[in-house]
């Protein structure tokens, strides 16, 4: 069982307005905040922002370098995976992948792709219906 995830951004206000939203409709609630970080939790597992230091911010995050490629969440639906999409593209965040849009996946899997304004690359998985 995963216990946290810590990422760190480059705004944090900026990561918060757009987390936040997604967070919340996963289920996720605001955990713990701090001047420099804030966290959601779900359960026994939570994930936490924080704030880059400037002295660090000189190379920015890419997830094809050594490191965490992307998260992957669960959705509660496919109806979810829909109202966040619609969420995102309401707020000018591009879907990867749009050409093959929900099921760049694989057939079976049905889900959105995005980035986060730091470009860590995000999956939102609905439940296999098989």
């Known amino acids: 069982m995963l216990h946290h995830i810590e990422l760190n951004v480059s705004n944090l206000k900026r990561s918060i307005e757009f987390w936040g939203p997604i967070f919340n409709e996963l289920g996720y609630s605001i955990y713990q905040e701090w001047e420099y970080g804030i966290s959601w939790i779900s359960g026994n597992t939570y994930i936490v922002l924080v704030q880059t230091e400037d002295k660090y911010l000189d190379i920015p995050y890419h997830r094809k370098r050594v490191g965490m490629n992307h998260l992957a969440f ?57």
């Open 74 to 130: 669960h959705a509660s639906s496919r109806e979810q995976v829909n109202k966040i999409t619609y969420q995102l593209e309401s707020n000018g965040v591009p879907i990867l992948y749009k050409d093959r849009h929900p099921y760049a996946g694989g057939s079976l899997h049905y889900a959105v792709f995005f980035e986060d304004p730091d470009r860590i690359k995000v999956e939102i998985v609905a439940p296999t219906s098989r």
